[in-house]
């Protein structure tokens, strides 16, 4: 605090070429007066020996060293690493939900042919069919020649609607009706 050659204290520290400055400055003005430079030279050195150690200490020209990504980035793992599961378990379930798809296939493909064939050649089955296949069919009950009748005449009316595209479907739907008339003027309906 005394300015008779103690340690200089500033109230903002001075940046390095500041610093540098003031050491030309100082160097050049001894070497100008030769009687100030013995006096000026022990401010210097003292002023030197003092500032450079905090200066260096403070800004050693070394950035600090840097965290490395994985540090960085500690938060993401945990979710980078729940996704991959959680898409390793997908995959896995959805080729296991196709083996065990294609097991069932092959046995109802072959629970199918256990009604003997007449036919010798080996028939293609489709799997869709063969399940139906299997279902055991109720007998019901039949059903009462007013409803037939009902019915019957329903169909007529939806055949008059259609719209036929070729003479050949004409001939076809004309026929179709033709039968249906007969069945509503009949007096006993057949049974089916």
Known sequence: MSSDGGPKLYTNKPKKPQLKQQRKSDLSSSASNPMASSSSSSTTTTTTTTTTPTSSSSSSGLPPPKESLARRFKFVWPILLTL????????????SKKDQDAKDAEET???VPSTPAAVSTPVAVPEKPAQAAVVALKPRE??????QRELFKWILEEKRKVKPKDPEEKKRVDEEKAVLKQFIKAKSVPSF
């Open 84 to 95: 991959n599961l959680g898409i390793g378990a997908y995959v896995y379930l959805s080729a």
């Open 109 to 111: 493909a072959t629970e």
């Open 142 to 147: 039949p059903i009462p020649e007013n409803q």
